[in-house]
């Protein structure tokens, strides 16, 4: 059988899995990143769940396609609702809204944080997400940003913030996270934790030419915003709040830009 080929978006997640770990994936539609995983060898045992009965069928049959049943199991789940504590070590939850994601991850807290890592790709609402991750114990240890079909995506990786050595093991701190300091004081660290919510800790840090490309879009797409509502006129105070609210992103937006 001839290896499945996943989308760059499905292979980015697949590939942030720490090579070893057994993996529940939530939400695992056709289940091709189940079938990727095991077919490269990433991982020796997944759990494929779904929400969906259909989707969940169609996991299945692909799988049984693939020889692959022995190694990969499905189970109808609604988030992490039928999943056993210590079935696996890595969560993948990715391809849903951040808001869906945090109910997933908050409705079974002491399951989630059983897992040695998460791996996440929320489609909407992702600096809120990257703020839950924040002040509810997870550390962001490694994120890519990609763009697909003329749309950005961004995947992280995310541990308790007991774990995480660099072979994938466990310390007292997960690298990259933001420090005690950093969260309870004001001023110029409450800006730095908002940046980091919006662009990301490590993605931040790597500015790559993708990074780049998608500020320089973002940057666009505000200038856009400014110049209709100037020439709308600014008498309204609604319009000229946005107004402010939008310049002050592209302020940030330069700032993060330029280094």
Known sequence: ???????????????????????????????????????????????????????????????????????ITTRLSD???????????ALICAGMGGGLMQRILKAEREKTDSFRELILQPQSEIEGF?????????????????????KFYQVMRAVPQRKEDGAGGVKDDAEDALTESELQNGGKNDKLCKLKDR????????????FLSYLEREAAVYEEILTNLRAQGLQEEKRRRRCEQVAALLQDNERVRNG
């Not at 769940?49 to 049959?61: F, H, I, N, V, Y």
């Open 1 to 71: 059988m001839r290896p499945v080929v996943l989308s760059e978006r499905l292979r980015t997640v697949a590939e942030m899995v720490t090579r070893g770990n057994r993996v529940c994936d939530v939400g695992c539609d056709h289940g091709f990143v189940p079938i990727y995983l095991v077919q490269q060898g990433k991982s020796p045992k997944v759990l494929a769940m779904d929400l969906r009965e259909g989707p969940l069928r169609a996991a299945r049959e692909h799988i049984e396609a693939y020889g692959l049943s022995r190694q």
């Open 79 to 89: 988030g992490l609702h039928n999943y056993k504590m210590g079935e696996a070590d």
């Open 199 to 210: 662009y990301g800790p490590i993605i931040l840090k790597k500015r790559t030419p993708v």
């Open 130 to 150: 990257r703020r839950f991750l924040r002040e509810n114990g997870y550390g962001i240890v490694d994120e890519e940003i990609l763009e697909e079909d003329g």
